[in-house]
């Protein structure tokens, strides 16, 4: 008997597409309001609250009171590579965060049913937009797509709901949606304490009762000390470390950090490089390494580490979705800020020693 020939090769569906590269950058619901998040600080908003239903998946809305959105900007706005944050080759060298290029609001335009109320400052009405497959659709068949004014507060509201509804295999993967909530209030909790004059809130809907909330005008101090609990505060240490080099690669740090008393089960790393939440398993390592010799057994810290580096030494060959990141010079500058961490655990624990003897 003969072997079937080889099946021929056919182009795939461009709405399949589009939903397989969306899939590639908003995995589940905390991802894609990572990127929400970040587009309501690009616009400057100071409050942002955010309104989850079944972990994100059937509703996950966000309102901001940022810059708004014009209303001639909204019929290209899903589209993929439309952003207002790049114009030129060499604004992507100059870029501070690791953005998604115009393509947040796309890819869940893909995998969602997205929709938009804007208002800008000068406006004297709000809009209303809602996209699918990154272009404009009406409200209801046989109506127009173009965008509807409407009552609203300047800023922005997010509308996104029944996440991945046309992709089965990913909705299956998620079927947990407390842990889905979980995560949400994961990377809420994060950028609330890398933002801490922005007021932050995050509730179930139809729940009276936050399960987030910050003030506005805090501080990273006081913003910890809120999200990871008051007895936090008596352990917490504090060191900037920076370097500038005439011309060259320079770079700052703030570090939050956890002295010797404190004892959080596992280790709790926030990470930002240039404001963008990221991992890095080296980094993350070292950390856990300068702690290693000083706590006891089966007890880690507590450490948030803001880096700015300048963007040209990003590796900008990196892909964005990629949550792990590289940069010039990471070994010297991880090993810099690792010493002046434990110095100052150092010098810390031994003032305390002092104390007790005196
Ligand atoms: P990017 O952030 O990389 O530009 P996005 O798809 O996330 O791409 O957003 C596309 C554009 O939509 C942004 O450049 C910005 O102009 C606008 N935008 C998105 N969200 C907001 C918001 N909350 N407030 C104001 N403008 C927004
Ligand atoms: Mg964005």
Known sequence: SELPGPAPIR???????????AGEIIHRPASALKELLENSLDAGATTIRVTVKDGGLKLLQIQDNGSGIRRSDLPILAERFTTSKLTTFSDLTK????????????????????????????????????????KLVPAQPGQSEEPKPCAGNDGTTITIENLFFNTPTRLSALRN???????????????????????????????????????????????IKMLYGPSIEKDLLQIAVN?????EVSW??????????????KTILLLFINSRL????????????????????GVSPFVYLSLKI?????DVN?????????????????????????????????SRVFEYQT
């Not at 300048?310 to 990003?314: A, G, I, N």
């Open 11 to 21: 182009r795939l569906q461009e709405s399949l597409i589009n939903r397989i590269a």
């Open 95 to 134: 870029l501070t965060t690791y953005g998604f290029r115009g393509e947040a609001l796309a890819s869940i335009s893909h995998v969602a049913y997205l929709s938009v109320v804007t208002k800008t400052r000068t406006s004297t009405c709000a809009y209303k937009a809602l996209y699918s497959d990154g």
């Open 177 to 223: 949606t407390s842990e889905e909530y979980a995560r949400i209030l994961d990377v809420l909790t994060k950028y609330a304490i890398h933002n801490p004059k922005v007021s932050f809130m995050c509730k179930k809907a139809g729940s009276s009762s936050p399960d987030l909330s910050t003030p506005s005008a805090s501080t990273t101090r006081h913003a």
């Open 243 to 247: 370097e500038d080099m005439k011309g």
């Open 252 to 265: 700052s740090s703030e570090v939050y950090f956890t002295n010797v008393n404190y004892q959080a089960k």
């Open 278 to 297: 990221v991992e890095s398993t080296r980094i993350k390592r070292a950390i856990e390494n300068v702690y290693t010799g000083i706590l006891p057994k």
């Open 310 to 314: 300048d963007p040209r030494s990003v």
């Open 318 to 350: 990196v892909h964005p979705t990629k949550k792990e990141v590289h940069f010039l010079n990471e070994e010297e500058i991880t090993m810099q800020i690792c010493d002046t961490l434990q110095a100052k655990i150092a010098e810390k624990s031994h």
